[in-house]
């Protein structure tokens, strides 16, 4: 998305593509070994992306007559610095157990609207992309809506092959289709970009082998306000991701996942931003969303499924060529499958209403106002973002305005902030009415047997790091 605005061409999006799909790789390893332990894959994280911008706007306009590979590697550099000082935030507050002491305060109720709009947050990214090229977008909403939902329903087989395979013959059919259309010169007059395959060269322009290595744009470059912006980012993955672990959690069959877990899990994704900016992936890591809502999909929640789908990840990173040919998917295929793995984690989120008293009139405040201005705020500052290119805050401090933007456009911060303090603050006459009584066996880790048997560290690293 961003590349070309730095000045980068096809070779610099795809080493960066490489990079991203191997530092990918290496996190999710991480964190299905020694994080959270669940199912889920770690990825790049939208949240990064408004002061990404900020700082190729700033770098851009100090170098207006510098030659673009030049602006791209000292841009890249300014990106790397704010990545690495950001993912500090996550280590800190993972390891040293400052999360775990938050999120001990989240009840049910509260959990709600994190969860559901850590799926609904992103519905930008549904149908209005689906619409650019709806001639193949659609087509793939149906299949995934036949084999996931229609087939098992009406054919029976002794193992699960529709639900746990309609993603990739979904995809398959809806890519073979598309790659129809783009040789036979559907789009050469209308030039429709997001309907071809490889619409960037992406295939001609990747190595057939490279190896991603760390630093290899140069030094990174530190600058106060950029680090400060890219601090709050990695709040707002934080926020997410937790909600992500939590419907990864609901979807793969474990029990609820401890705070301690939690905080352990947030710790390695800051290793895994960490990773991110050495290798100079423009973003920060997070738990993947669209994993959480594919367990729903696929029913499959083993954890070493994930495992072994990370050394896909670092060996399709390595051989570029092959790497480049899955990054070659029209962004509307990939947008189809969104609209079901978003949905399920949203009604995943839902699911915890079953704990709440919603004959409450206190409860249907907290949930309806947090909703609703989870939806309300972020869509203001979008809104203003889209039609002004700023921001509505305003000061000399660039770093501030994108501080306020990063946190005010995240629906999963708003909606959970919101009702975290009115479900901490506004007196209740019973602890009945957000679910919070049910849930005390899994505030602390010892606390219910089960949580050794889905978070308990390999290795017998247990006895050095001990949850709490």
Known sequence: MIVTEMGGGSVEKAKVIQCLMFASGVNTLLQSLFGTRLSSVVGGSYAYLIPAMSIIEVRGNEMLDVDPQERFLVTMRGIQGAVIIGSSFQMIIGFLGVWRNIVRFLSPLSMV????????????????????????GIPTLIFML??????????????????????????AIAWLYAEILTWSGAYRKSKRYSCQTDPSGLIGASAWVNFPF???????????????????????????????????????????????????????????????????????????????????????????????????????????????????IPLPIMVALYCFFFGYV????LGFLQSCNLNSFRTKFILGFSLFMGLSLPQYFREYQLSTGTGPVHTKALWFNDIVSVTMSSHATIAAAIAFILDRTLPH????????????????????????????????????????
């Not at 920060?284 to 083993?302: D, F, I, P, R, Y």
């Not at 949203?346 to 989120?349: D, E, I």
């Open 113 to 136: 609207p994190l969860v559901t709009f850590t799926g609904l947050g992103l519905y930008y990214l549904g149908f209005p992309i689906i619409a650019k090229c709806a001639e193949i």
């Open 146 to 171: 036949i084999f996931t939902q229609y087939l098992p329903a009406y054919m029976k087989f002794k193992k699960p092959i529709c639900d746990r395979f309609a993603v990739l013959i979904s995809v």
């Open 214 to 328: 760390p630093l290899q744009w140069g030094a990174p470059s530190f600058r106060a306000g950029e680090a400060f912006a890219m601090l709050i980012a990695a709040v707002v993955a934080t926020v997410e991701s937790t909600g992500a672990f939590l419907a990864t959690a609901r979807y793969a069959s474990a029990t609820p996942v401890p705070p301690s877990v939690i905080s352990r899990g947030i710790g390695w994704l800051g290793v895994g931003t960490l990773l991110n900016g050495l290798f100079g992936c423009l973003t920060g890591s997070t738990a993947s969303v669209e994993n959480a809502g594919l367990l729903g999909v696929t029913k499959v929640g083993s954890r070493r499924v994930v495992q072994v789908s990370s050394f896909f990840m670092i060996t399709f990173s390595i051989l570029g060529k092959v790497g480049a040919i899955f990054a070659s």
């Open 346 to 349: 949203a009604s995943g989120g």
């Open 429 to 468: 006459p019973n602890k009945e009415e957000n679910g919070s009584h049910l849930w005390q066996r899994f505030v602390f880790y010892d606390n219910d047997v089960r949580s050794d048997e889905f978070y308990k560290l390999p290795f017998k690293l247990n006895r050095f790091f001990p949850p709490l």
